[in-house]
Nanobody, 124 residues
Framework: QVQLVESGGGLVQPGGSLRLSCSASGFTLDDYAIGWFRQAPGKEREGVSC???????YYVDSVKARFTISRDNAKNTVYLQMNSLKPEDTAVYYCAADRTGWGSLTEGPNYAYWGQGTQVTVSS
């Protein structure tokens, strides 16, 4: 069964850090790009970061220099290290697998598999 599972979300104070994980089962991530998306209450889902199959990384401007995406193909897992978190980072975070391997911060049919999401809340 093909599945993506996010973990690592939680409640953190402003300025704190979290590391999200996106683990795959039923397929190997090696040839896929992985995107991280988030959806805040009342807002549309937006692309946050993605990593291509060859390791190229991309970030939305609002998280540059604060978030770092990485992949460990041996563990079939992609990570999103989030530092200097702000209340506006509060959202449900989803990972998705792009079968083209290129990746994009825009949702599209290339993202074939999605996780169920993990809640990140930044609040004092």
């Amino acid at each position: 069964q093909v599945q993506l599972v996010e973990s690592g979300g939680g409640l953190v104070q402003p300025g704190g850090s979290l590391r999200l994980s996106c683990s795959a089962s039923g397929f190997t991530l090696d040839d896929y790009a992985i995107g991280w998306f988030r959806q805040a209450p009342g807002k549309e889902r937006e692309g946050v970061s993605c990593i291509s199959s060859n390791g190229g990384t991309y970030y939305v401007d609002s998280v540059k220099a604060r978030f770092t995406i990485s992949r460990d193909n041996a563990k079939n897992t992609v990570y999103l290290q989030m530092n200097s978190l702000k209340p506006e980072d509060t959202a449900v975070y989803y990972c998705a697998a792009d079968r083209t391997g290129w990746g994009s911060l825009t949702e599209g049919p290339n993202y074939a598999y999605w996780g169920q999401g993990t809640q990140v809340t930044v609040s004092s």
